[in-house]
């Protein structure tokens, strides 16, 4: 036995470290949303359950918020259940590179708002994108195109405010700019 337990000590360590369990991750296509990354992996079903999701998956990768690109790839919540097809080297038909959100490229100025235009994801007839206020105070903003009607939640904890009509010049830039584009 004294002689078998050194052999059987050695035979583990010569098996080297055992791999602990690989951590969800995805790789960022062309034209991905982080609401459309948080419905491909079955990260909720409901707006309320999606929004969650997309505020785990920004903890888990601060620097989304200088903008998504193709190829990026994200660590994802241990529930997630990522297929997303990509390509095993983060490569995708357009390599192109999206600006951060310093550059004002990936972050379109209306009026008091700076909204994340490569960020718009389809929900029924709703886009969806996250915006920040004069104040930079993230908030979500939902632009119905058949309706012409917009509304919007202050993070997480909002409730939607009613659905109405754009008021202002930016809003009906922001929601003719938006309709054109996505139709």
Request: hydrophobic fraction near 35%; aromatic fraction near 6%; charged fraction near 25%.
């Amino acid at each position: 036995m004294r002689r078998l337990l050194p052999l059987l000590a050695l035979s583990l360590l010569s098996m080297g470290p055992i791999p602990a369990e690989a951590a969800p991750a995805y790789t960022v296509r062309k034209s991905d949303g982080l609401w459309t990354i948080a419905r491909r992996c079955g990260l909720g079903g409901t707006g309320v359950e999606i929004k969650a999701s997309v505020a785990r998956i920004r903890a888990l990768n601060p620097l989304v918020e200088q903008g998504l690109k193709p190829g990026m790839v994200l660590r994802m919540p241990t529930d997630s259940t990522c297929d997303d097809g990509s390509p095993a080297d983060g490569t995708d038909s357009d390599s192109s590179v999206m600006a951060t959100a310093d550059s004002g490229e990936t972050w379109r100025p209306y009026g008091p708002l700076q909204v994340s235009w490569d960020d718009w994801d389809l929900e029924g007839e709703h886009w969806i994108t996250t915006v920040r206020n004069s104040q930079k105070k993230p908030l979500y903003l939902a632009v119905n195109c058949p309706s012409r009607k917009l509304t919007n939640t202050l993070g997480l904890q909002g409730d939607w405010k009613p659905w109405r009509s754009a008021e202002q010049n930016f809003e009906k830039n922001l929601m003719g700019d938006l309709c054109t584009e996505k139709a």
